[in-house]
């Protein structure tokens, strides 16, 4: 990938942050992470705007054609996610990438660079052509060969002639803009995890950090609220206000709010995502609405659990939020997955992770005791019973051979490991039995359950830790990737558990 070639005259931190934004994003683009790449998209425009400002007008007509291809890069994301998540009329957007194509090719005469003139041509050509996914990739893939040239920032006579300069003048150019303020929130006393669970129906407090360098001049106070595509009555967040310090000299303020979400998602639905907007207003009506760009937290996105009828929790916080990031992860990768397999699936894992925070909670499995697969099998196939009800099947035949345990769609395969403490090493050792199980009935998910019950020589891990998601090697696929892949869910919990204070003798 060849590197967007920007000579400039200043250290504004703008003008170098707009093309490494944009390269990393062109870089780490994927299909299945479209709605992201869109938001990080549309900070490169805002960043284009306020490098064209400072541009002499011979050269404006380069960032005015880059602010194009870029806002038909972001409707090009969000025609990609609009149709992965089945939204009527996502053609709509590509529909505008491609109306943005159209209008940035009537500004390439403009250049005065002939071979960013002749790369925007190319540029435009692949817009045009896109009908499908894959058509996308090779947009980016242009987008990112594509050198921008040398621009010089306008340069004030008086502003470099020593002579001439005046502290009052200087002063008042450090407040002309653009203006870049830092938002960070925690919440219930933890960094806001995007995404973050939360339950409906509850309230919960909010605490934000905001850093603000500079004022505009005449500014008076700094808005933060929200915009979602959501109406205003299905999330409450309370919106801040901060006034202005007396001497400047304070840049970082703590605020308290809170957050309410009123109704609950479907399960499988996407995260909401809540954009974070600052604006400086004054008291006097003449100085309204100046807009600041939000680094840190520029966006929200939250799931909202109803405890009453969601499968989804376990019961225990911490492997809740494991167990999301995954589901979110097979969804991503299988937008076409059977909804019935995978609500299956939700169901078994929400289920085995329950008896996986018991366990942790009383020590089922302590030191000295010795555990066989069966008596495993029999403990685990108890609770899932009691949980999942009769759709829990016991050792049923399955691809020529028996499983232990299946429930539904989803086949659960139980080990006892007494040697190997890897858990790298321990999975790949009992992963093909089960994709071979689950290859035999079409499924494309499974569970590999295995209780750990090597000598615990230190404390066991966080409980997120031990849930991992695998795509296994497959049979006649070494190096291409798999169409239809299986993955698998493995969940260790941890056996021969010492009494806590035996680490300390």
């Known amino acids: 990938m060849r590197t967007i070639q920007l000579g400039i005259q200043e250290t504004s931190s703008i003008h170098l ?21 869109a938001g990080l998209f549309e900070q490169v425009v805002l960043e284009l705007q306020a490098l064209e400002a ?42 505008a990438a491609k109306g943005q194509a159209i209008i940035a090719d009537e500004s390439v005469p403009l250049v005065r660079f002939q071979n960013f003139a002749d790369n925007s041509r190319q540029i435009i050509t692949a817009i045009k052509a896109v009908s499908q996914f894959d058509d996308v990739k090779d947009v980016m893939a242009t987008v990112a060969r594509t050198s921008v040239p040398i621009l010089c920032l306008m340069e004030d006579k008086d502003r ?39 339950r409906a129906e509850t309230l919960y407090d909010i605490h934000a950090k905001i850093t603000v360098p500079k004022w505009p001049e ?51 639905s996407e995260p909401l995502v809540i954009r974070v907007r600052a604006t400086f207003s004054s008291d006097s009506e003449d100085k309204l609405g100046i807009p600041a760009t939000v680094i ?58 329950n008896y996986m925070g018991i366990n942790l909670q009383q020590a089922l499995y302590k030191q000295g005791t010795d555990v066989s697969e069966r008596d495993f099998q029999k403990s685990l196939l108890y609770h899932l019973r009691m949980r999942l009800g009769e759709d829990v099947q016991e050792a049923p035949r399955q691809a020529g051979g028996p499983t232990d345990i299946k429930y539904r769609s989803v086949t659960i395969e139980l080990k006892v490991e007494d040697k190997i403490s890897d858990r790298q090493k321990m999975i790949d050792k009992y992963c093909p039995q089960l994709v071979q199980y689950s290859s035999g009935s079409g499924a494309q998910l499974g569970i590999l359950c295995i209780l750990d019950q090597t000598e615990k020589h230190n404390p066991p891990a966080n409980p997120q830790n031990q849930i991992l998601l695998m795509t296994p090697s497959v049979h006649g696929f070494p190096e291409a990737e798999v169409p239809y892949p299986t993955k698998i869910a493995a969940v260790v919990i941890d056996g021969k558990l010492r009494l806590p204070s035996s680490y300390s003798r």
């Open 218 to 268: 005449g500014s008076d106070h700094l808005f933060i609220d929200y915009i979602s595509t959501l109406s205003l009555e299905q999330y409450k967040l309370s919106p801040i206000r901060i006034d202005r310090p007396k001497n400047d000299n304070p840049t970082e303020f703590d605020k308290i709010g809170y957050a309410e979400f009123p109704v609950a998602q479907n399960l499988l």
């Open 160 to 198: 470099w002639d020593a002579g001439s300069a005046r502290e009052d003048e200087l002063a008042k150019s450090k407040n002309e803009g653009p203006f870049v303020i830092k938002v960070m929130f925690d919440i219930e006393r933890q960094p806001w995890s995007n995404q973050q669970i939360l």
């Open 296 to 353: 840190g937290y520029h966006q929200l996105r939250v799931k909202i659990s109803d405890k009453t009828r969601t499968p989804l929790l376990s019961g225990y916080k911490a492997i809740d939020a494991r167990i999301d990031e995954i589901v979110s992860e097979i969804w991503k990768s299988f937008p076409q997955i059977d909804s019935e397999h995978l609500g299956d699936f939700i169901a078994a894992i929400s289920a085995i992770a």
């Open 17 to 37: 942050r707009w093309r490494t934004k944009l390269l990393t994003t062109l870089n780490s683009f994927r299909l299945a992470t479209a709605s992201e790449s």
């Open 54 to 95: 400072e541009l002499p007008a011979n050269d404006k007509a380069v960032t005015e054609i880059m602010q194009k291809f870029v806002n038909a890069l972001v409707n090009l994301c969000k025609w990609i996610q609009c149709s992965l998540n089945g939204e009527p009329q996502s053609e709509r957007f590509l529909n």
